[in-house]
């Protein structure tokens, strides 16, 4: 689980090959660093790969996250 406070700006990476996040609470913004592509993610929504990840993720609100993935995440503030 990840817990971020309002207004974080955070980069999530893993180099596992399995990678699965689900929005708990609070609305996240995230922009996938290979394709830049921008989205809103709110309660229910969930993020999907099976290849190393890099993503940038910022909150207006206070945002619970849940991750899994086959190999240790890193966050780090931007």
């Known amino acids: 689980m990840v817990k971020l406070p309002a207004n974080a700006k955070v980069q999530l990476s893993s180099t596992g090959s399995e990678f699965k996040a689900v929005v708990?609470?609070?609305?996240?913004?995230?922009?996938?660093a290979k394709t830049q592509q921008n989205r809103v993610l709110r309660p229910g929504s969930f993020l999907a790969a099976e290849q190393p990840v890099q993503?940038?993720?910022?909150?207006?609100?206070?945002a619970l996250l849940y991750v899994r993935?086959?190999?240790?995440?890193?966050?780090a503030r931007n």
């Open 24 to 32: 708990i609470r609070g609305a996240l913004n995230f922009l996938q």
């Open 55 to 62: 993503i940038a993720l910022s909150a207006d609100e206070p």
């Open 69 to 75: 993935t086959n190999e240790p995440f890193q966050l």
